[in-house]
């Protein structure tokens, strides 16, 4: 999944979400708009839930399951590589599937990004109607703030010999519950 996917197809903007642009994979449960962002969900890779990470070339072994702990900075990424069949013995059996993040890097030119996104109670409705309040349901989980800010920036230090490049972001929900 390139730069230009990562961009400009709408996802969860974490490791899962991106991953479900693909053939064959799903989430584990659904993230309307990217609420769980922070804390993000599994998936399911043609029918198996065991999934290998490596974080920029470095494999991120956990206990199965501990994958949802795994949280990112999504504007680092280049591109992100998924293997969900015919994986070499390196990453191991049991199918599944087996990511990993491709970093950006510095380069002889200066360039950034800057990304947000965010929304508010005024702009989420309920939907806890006279059947559910007839059975004691006032309200339903309330959306108070969510925002998402990401920036990056890269460039050379000397021209053709070093570079710098860093990316910061900020995921905040806050909900009642």
């Keep these: 999944i390139d730069q230009e996917i990562l961009r400009s197809v709408p996802s969860q903007r974490t490791i899962f979400g991106t991953a479900t642009v ?18 993000s969900s599994g998936m399911v890779a043609h029918g198996a839930a065991k999934y290998n990470f490596n974080y920029f070339g470095v494999s991120a072994d956990a206990a199965q399951d501990y994958g949802p702990m795994y949280y990112v900075d999504f504007g680092s990424f280049q591109e992100v590589s998924v293997d969900t069949a015919a994986m070499g013995a390196e990453i191991g059996g049991g199918g599944g599937a087996n990511i990993n993040l491709i ?12 990304y947000f996104t965010g929304t508010n109670k005024d702009l989420a409705s309920s939907n806890v109607d006279n059947r559910l309040r007839a059975q004691g349901i006032t309200r339903g989980t309330a959306l108070l703030r969510l925002y998402d800010a990401n920036a990056d920036f890269g460039g050379p230090v000397r021209k053709d010999r070093v570079w710098f490049y860093f990316s910061v972001r900020k995921f905040l929900t806050y909900e009642n519950v």
Excluded: E, I
């Design 103 to 114: 970093p950006k890097s510095g380069s002889n030119a200066f360039a950034g990004t800057f």
């Design 22 to 39: 693909l053939p064959g994979m799903v989430m584990t449960t659904q993230d309307v708009g990217g609420l769980k962002g922070a804390t």
